[in-house]
């Protein structure tokens, strides 16, 4: 795994722990399952909203809040970011078309 999803993933782990009052991320866990699934939906929009129009920095930066928002909602589901990027690497071994049909069924 990247050293940024690592560090990432810690500080994601040692904020959730902190008072929701001094902390995003530990709010979020407070609020609970709805409330992350919320943002991380915000946060996708957001991205394909940036992808339309033609300033590359905003893609970059909308989509970074989507990475974040999206390994807070791992976290709080005890899902390791390795386990992603292990699928990302088993989808290595086959055609996104083979892929994409493997999954109809």
Do not use: C
């Amino acid at each position: 795994m990247s050293d940024v999803l690592k560090k990432l993933s810690k500080v994601i782990e040692e904020r959730s722990q902190l008072d929701s009052k001094e902390s995003y991320v530990a709010s979020l866990f407070e609020a609970g399952l709805d409330q992350i699934l919320k943002k991380v939906g915000e946060e996708a929009v957001e991205v394909v909203l940036a992808g339309k129009n033609e300033d590359d920095y905003q893609v970059v930066y909308e989509t970074a809040d989507l990475w974040f928002h999206s390994m807070v909602l791992l976290k709080y589901r005890g899902i390791e970011p390795s386990d992603v990027l292990s699928e990302l690497e088993r989808r290595f071994e086959r055609s996104g078309l083979e892929e994409k049909a493997s999954r109809k069924s």
